[in-house]
């Protein structure tokens, strides 16, 4: 069940009049049924694999608790299990497929065949959330959840099962289980919070989904420019979709009362990469810093052993994002920017004037943008052949005629490009006037008519302009 269709608004609108209308005692029990139908109208059996899940997290928690002179061992037990079957189901087809093809370049026959293993949607963020519990109650920061259904709900929680927030115990477990009040404000906020999201995903997301997927699908038969047009498209592409999406599991949670993890803090404005990381994906950096960074020894350590933690932290952190090499070397190369920065700080002095800052916004934003060519690129092969290429026309910048007909050999008409370019600069203002807050905050400040024409606008835009036919999944589905 995707957000953005018409069989889910019905659905959610039938969850909040169950859950504010049944008594508190069952409102719980009620969201998990629903989360279970939220993630079985996908594939029904899957469900079994995210029960199997929180239930060795729930029984390993309770033992790690109650046997704390074993408790490091079964810690260890615990997060075989975690991240065997995240290997299995995520990474088992990529390993072969490495070996496959180290074998055919030594002209050795694989003694291995091809196989395939569906991936569960969201296995990436529900296994890290169940993980994170597990540490949590290790480190004593958490004390394990008796009642084993309550826990499955707080894996389950429908709004941000499949593509996050990762949440943590002590911000959500207690927010599923406290009496809440039905409230015109959580109400009002929960529905704007759903408009931007519809608005990031459905006029701009899936818009630039089609340009993008024309380029770095078919790398061959475009030029340099083209894919600098993919590439920043694809960079609006990629936050739309998966800001949007945590818009509306914010909204949707704040409907019911429950305030899920802010995750996305205008990450184009950042000023280093180091600064970038604060703001995109917030719930995944904090948990790499967490339970991957700050156990390796973070920065307590030698700056050699300091920038190898860095390098491990986002290796990993690459390949979490997805089984394939390029997810790997986008990883390495944000790792390369950090030690880099890091280098550069020690050596320059940092100057605060605003004009720097600008400065560093476009010089991060570039790094970025070359970054998530990596990112998309289909294989590595791709990915060598498009920066070979990139700059192979860029005279041609100029000539009209030349950039016309590129254009219109990207996949979308001049009027979708122009309606798109107009829709990413409402993003881009929304996030340069929110700078400093959030912008829904910011909006209250206004009078009536400006928050009116605002939201009301957004809402027309939505509806007029919006991808309702040939929409995708959320990008970070896949992760």
């Not at 659905?11 to 009620?30: A, D, G, N």
């Not at 033992?63 to 704390?68: A, G, H, N």
């Not at 339970?291 to 690459?318: D, E, Q």
């Not at 294989?379 to 590129?406: P, V």
Request: net charge positive.
């Amino acid at each position: 069940m995707l957000f953005n269709s018409l069989t889910f608004i019905i659905f959610f609108i039938i969850v909040v009049f169950l859950y504010y209308t049944l008594p508190h005692k069952l409102r719980w029990i009620m969201l998990l049924i629903a989360s279970c139908i939220f993630y079985m109208c996908w594939r029904w059996e899957l469900i079994l694999l995210i029960l199997f899940s929180t239930l060795s997290n729930y029984i390993l928690a309770l033992c790690i608790d109650k046997y704390r002179d074993r408790s490091k061992k079964l810690l260890i037990l615990s997060l075989l299990i975690n991240f065997g079957l995240l290997f299995v189901f995520k990474y088992m087809m990529f390993i072969n497929h490495t070996f496959m093809f180290i074998y055919e370049r030594l002209g050795m026959a694989y003694p291995i065949g091809d196989f395939d293993i569906i991936l569960p949607m969201g296995i990436s963020f529900y296994t890290f959330q169940a993980a994170g519990y597990t540490i949590d109650v290790y480190k004593k920061e958490y004390k394990p959840e008796k009642n084993y259904f309550k826990l499955t709900l707080f894996v389950t929680f429908f709004p941000q099962l499949v593509a996050g927030p990762i949440e943590r115990a002590d911000r959500l477990l207690s927010q599923l289980f406290t009496k809440k009040k039905f409230s015109l404000d959580n109400l009002s906020l929960g529905v704007k919070l759903m408009i931007m999201g519809y608005f990031k995903k459905i006029v701009i997301a899936d818009r630039a989904a089609v340009l993008v997927d024309t380029v770095f699908n078919n790398v061959t038969e475009h030029t340099g420019i083209a894919y600098i047009i993919a590439a920043l498209f694809f960079t609006f592409q990629i936050y739309g979709d998966f800001s949007g999406y945590t818009d509306i599991a914010r909204g949707c949670g704040k409907i019911l009362g429950i305030d899920l993890m802010y995750n996305f803090d205008r990450p184009y404005l950042a000023t280093s990469i180091k600064d970038f990381w604060r703001r995109w994906h917030i719930s995944l950096s904090s948990w790499f810093r967490d339970y991957v960074y700050i156990p390796l020894g973070g920065s307590r350590c030698s700056t050699l052993k300091k920038y190898r933690n860095i390098m491990i932290t986002f290796l990993v952190s690459g390949l979490w994002h997805g089984a394939n090499w390029t997810f790997v070397l986008w990883g390495g190369i944000h790792g390369l920017y950090q030690i880099i920065g890091d280098i550069k700080n020690k050596i320059l002095p940092k100057i605060n004037l605003f004009v720097m800052d600008i400065f560093r916004i476009i010089i991060t934003f570039t790094l970025v943008v070359l970054a998530w060519i990596i990112f998309r690129a289909n294989t590595i092969g791709d990915c060598i052949y498009i920066f070979k290429n990139l700059f192979n026309d860029i005279y041609s910048i100029t000539d009209a005629q030349y950039m016309y007909t590129l254009v219109n050999n990207m996949g979308l008409q001049l009027f979708e490009i122009l309606l798109l370019i107009g829709a990413i600069l409402i993003l881009i203002f929304s996030d340069m006037i929110g700078r400093n807050r959030d912008i829904h905050d910011l909006m209250d400040k206004f009078p009536f008519p400006v928050r009116f024409i605002y939201y009301y606008g957004l809402l027309a835009v939505i509806l007029c302009t919006g991808v309702f036919s040939g929409g995708g999944e959320f990008i970070y589905f896949q992760f």
